[in-house]
Each structure stands twice: as structure tokens, then as C-alpha cells.
């Protein structure tokens, strides 16, 4: 089977985990910079990789010289985007999805000076983009917080930071606007709730009430969102703005009433919410239920009530990674980044105890398309392996191939369904800095990066088995 005509197949990355040169040319500090490489001995027990508490900041900044940052080196994309974006177009693909860094663009924050030498180099990875004519999708905020607003205002649960996004957005949106269609205004959205220190810039040992905190995050946020959908349709009727959430599609365990009930309900507050609210305008009356059930009290005004009404998105947007399963008795989880999830018997896991679901792909985008009925697209799917870089300079990654195969098999599958989706991106088409765990052992990429996890390597590009798959698959899916 082949994709519609124009389908989008390329793949997905983030600033933060691949540009390094995080002082060059202007750009300030962000909260991605802040996390040191912590050494794990077993995979699956990453916990304390993952939480950044105040002691953690406290000792980044007190023990600079002595600590492993790998985000402030990425992969060098920020010298080495041209050969990258050549590979990629090599490799068939006709869409790139990248996130521009706030901190690139306005370093200052609250100043409104824009960085020139931020604009220029993003304008340059655009010209590479429409010399190939690979249609870039783009991030205006993914999991790089400028650190001053965690500084000054405290991270997102401050409204302050709406008007700072806006100012920083409507830059992107103007001087990009020649080059770039596809919008996402943040990353994972709902990542603000189970990853609050990337997301939201929140310390999750400084706030009176946490939970609280992160949903006035959250609040904040889908404010500036259809604040910046606003401004943007009046750039370009034409741009097209979407919400990114990470898709945590979960089963009952059994069919026992009580459990599908508590299944329902978890999907509700940690998915559906989101959805239901970017695509339909209003908080839900589970939503305020849970709110006044967890003793949350949210500063939400009627104007802003109003903003999110009137102004909705053009298209979904998740990334798929893996499925769980929920019950109320059921206590065995598998540990998949902050998020715990019940585990399926059925499944098999990753390296990293991430659950393989290639059919809770097809299930998802067909309840997403029948729930919703707006344009569906897949922004990230991919596996993490410790691939390794044999004698010959061959990555023999066949289980990537395998997850790669099933999954898009399934897409296909749901489009055959009937399922409106316009494209897929892969995560990711290079190797890059793990966002969760923060290593470079977890690779997602069809392209090898010659670089350990302290940083060390060549940092020379080789093509995986999975490229030449990859490449294949696109030759034989498109038109
Ligand atoms: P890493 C949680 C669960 C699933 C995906 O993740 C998630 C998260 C948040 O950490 O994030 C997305 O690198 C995110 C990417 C990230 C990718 O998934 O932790 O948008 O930035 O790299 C994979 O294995």
C-alpha cells in the first residue's frame, strides 16, 4: 500500500538534543542545560536521572567544571546541520521535524532584543530544508525553558511567562514565515504534569502544592497557545497550528467493570483533557471535578476562558512510543520515564522497559480520528537501543528495523481504516541525547553519531542498517 498523495514521512528531533554550542553566538542558558550526566547501572531504575530537584541545580552550578552536561553538546547539529540534512534527504524523507531554542532567539528573555545570529542560523537550516524540498515541521517550544524564567518568574505557573512566550513566538512565526507551515506550540503538552522541570521550568521541591502548580502551568500554557494561534493565522491564514501530546494509550487489565471504569478515567485526566480541550474550547467537567477532588485551585480568568474558545487548533499531534495497562489492584509497573505503567502480558519491552504495541498504534489513531475527526499526525515513533558501531563501521539494528516495520504497517493499516493522518516522523533520523535519561547509550537514530555518553567520539555520521531500511520503505510507500 501507498500513503496518499503528499503524505509527510520524515523524522522528528529537538533543539536541545541535538544543537549543542549552548553558549555560542548569544544564546543563554536553558533548563536542558542544566542536567549533568548521571552514570546508571541498570537501565530500567532510571528515577534519579530523571527528577531535577533544587540540591540537583544547586550542585550543577557549584560543580560546573566537574560535571558532564551532554545537552549543551547534542550532537553538534548546530555545526553540522548541512551534511545532517543531507543524510536525511538521502535517506528519502520529505519532512523534518526540529524545535527552535527560545534561547537562541530573545537569550535575554524579558528584554525583546532578538539574537540575529539565532535567526540566521535557523534561516540557514530552512535553506537546507527547501533545497531538498523537505518540509520542515516546527517545535516553538521543546524542553528548553530559557533559564532566566525559571529564575525570575518561577517557571510557567507564572502568567508573566505567556506575554514572554508570545513575544518570543510571534518573532518565530514572522521571520520564519516564508519557510515553515506546520506549527506545534509545545512539546507534549501534558509532559508539564510528569516532567515539570523541562517542560515548566517547575522544581518539583519548591512548590506548597506541586500538583497545583504544574496544572497553573499547564493552564498558562494553552493560554499562550491559542493566544499564539491567534497571531498566527493572522501572519498566514494558511499555517497550520497543532498540540503535540505524549500518548499514553492504556488498556483495562481485565474486563471486570471497575477496572475498564478506572482505566477510562486515568485516560481521561492524563490524555483526552488535552484533546478535549484544544480541539473542542473548554475545560471538561471531569476536569473541574478532579481539580476540586485534588484540592486544586487554578487563578483562571474569564477572558482567558474565552481566548482558548475561540481560538483551536488545525490538527493533532503525539508521539507513540509504547502502550500500558491500568487496574485498580494490579501492582506490577514498568518504569517508562516518569511515567509508571501497568505491565501487559501480551508485550514485550525495550531495552529501556518500554512496552511494544505496534496495534495500539492503529487503535489509537483510529479512537484519536473518530473522537475528534481532525487531521492526525504521528510526530514521533521510534525504539532506543544501546546500538553498537561494529569493526566494519556497520550498525546491525535489525530490532529497530522490526519496530519500525510493524508500527508503520499499522499506519498504514489505520489509513486503510479510514483514519485522516498526513504524517509520520520518526524518533529520530540521527542519534541524539536522550531527553528522559539524558545519555547517548539510548539511541533512537537510523544515522549513527560516533560520541559516548561523556562526550567523547569522532561525532562521524554512519548509516545504520534501519537507513537503508528506512530509505527502502519510503521508495516503495510513496507516490
Ligand atoms: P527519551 C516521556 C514518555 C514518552 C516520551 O524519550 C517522552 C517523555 C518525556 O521524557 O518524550 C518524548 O529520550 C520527547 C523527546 C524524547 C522522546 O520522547 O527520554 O518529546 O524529546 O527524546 C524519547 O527516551
Keep these: 500500500m501507498k500513503f496518499p498523495k503528499g503524505f509527510l514521512i520524515g523524522g522528528a528531533t529537538s533543539a536541545p538534543q541535538i544543537e549543542g554550542a549552548y553558549n ?243 485516560q481521561q485526566i492524563k490524555v483526552y483533557f488535552y484533546y478535549d480541550l484544544m480541539v473542542k474550547g473548554v475545560y471538561p467537567k471531569y476536569m473541574l471535578k478532579y481539580f476540586k477532588d485534588n484540592n486544586i485551585n487554578l487563578d483562571i480568568e474569564l477572558d482567558e476562558l474565552e481566548l482558548i474558545r475561540d481560538n483551536k487548533i488545525d490538527y493533532i499531534s503525539f508521539s507513540y512510543y509504547m502502550s500500558g495497562v491500568n487496574s485498580l489492584t494490579e501492582n506490577s509497573k514498568v518504569e517508562a520515564n516518569l511515567v509508571k505503567m501497568g505491565k501487559n502480558p501480551y508485550l514485550t519491552e525495550s531495552e529501556w522497559g518500554w512496552q511494544i504495541d505496534p496495534i495500539g498504534l492503529r487503535i489509537t489513531l483510529n479512537d484519536l480520528w473518530d473522537r475528534y475527526n481532525l487531521p492526525l499526525f504521528v510526530a514521533e515513533n521510534g525504539i532506543g537501543i544501546n546500538d553498537k558501531l561494529e569493526n566494519d563501521f556497520t550498525i546491525i539494528d535489525d530490532n529497530r528495523i522490526e519496530y519500525l516495520k510493524l508500527h508503520l504497517n499499522e499506519l498504514k493499516n489505520s489509513i486503510q481504516d479510514g483514519v485522516n493522518v498526513f504524517g509520520y516522523t520518526t524518533w529520530t533520523p540521527i542519534d541524539v541525547i536522550s531527553s528522559g535519561s539524558n545519555e547517548m547509550s539510548k539511541r533512537y537514530g537510523l544515522i549513527y553519531v560516533d560520541q559516548d555518553d561523556y562526550g567523547n567520539g569522532s561525532k562521524k555520521r554512519y548509516k545504520k542498517n534501519s537507513y537503508f531500511w528506512f530509505k527502502k520503505f519510503i521508495d516503495d510507500s510513496l507516490y
Design 24 to 266: 555560542k553566538d548569544g544564546k543563554s542558558l536553558t533548563v536542558a542545560d542544566l542536567k549533568y550526566f548521571e552514570d546508571i547501572k541498570n537501565r530500567k531504575d532510571i528515577k534519579e536521572t530523571k527528577i531535577t530537584n533544587s540540591k540537583k541545580i544547586k550542585f550543577a552550578f557549584e560543580n560546573e567544571s566537574n560535571l558532564f552536561f551532554p545537552k549543551r553538546v547534542g550532537i553538534d547539529f548546530y555545526n553540522n546541520y548541512k551534511e545532517d540534512i543531507k543524510l536525511i534527504y538521502e535517506m528519502g524523507m520529505n519532512a523534518f521535524r526540529l524545535s527552535i531554542s527560545w534561547s537562541r532567539i530573545i537569550p535575554n528573555v524579558d528584554d525583546n532584543k532578538v539574537c540575529k545570529k539565532g535567526i540566521d542560523f535557523y534561516k540557514n537550516v530552512f535553506e537546507e530544508c527547501k533545497k531538498y524540498n523537505i518540509e520542515p515541521i516546527v517545535t516553538i517550544s521543546h524542553f528548553d525553558l530559557p533559564y532566566k524564567i525559571v529564575k525570575k518568574y518561577g517557571g510557567w505557573k507564572n502568567k508573566k511567562v505567556i506575554d514572554l512566550y508570545i513575544d518570543y513566538a510571534s518573532v518565530v512565526l514572522n521571520e520564519f514565515k516564508d519557510y515553515v507551515k506546520y506549527w506545534i506550540p509545545f512539546n507534549e503538552i501534558n509532559a508539564t504534569i510528569f516532567s515539570t522541570w523541562v517542560s515548566a521550568g517547575i522544581i518539583v521541591d519548591k512548590e506548597e502544592n506541586l500538583l497545583e502548580s504544574c496544572y497553573q502551568a499547564l493552564h498558562n500554557q494553552f493560554v499562550a497557545n491559542a493566544k499564539i494561534i491567534k497571531i498566527a493565522k493572522k501572519i498566514n491564514e494558511k499555517f497550520k497550528l497543532g498540540c503535540m501530546l505524549a500518548q499514553f494509550t492504556c488498556y483495562s487489565l481485565d474486563c471486570k467493570p471497575e477496572n475498564v471504569l478506572y482505566n477510562l478515567k486515568d
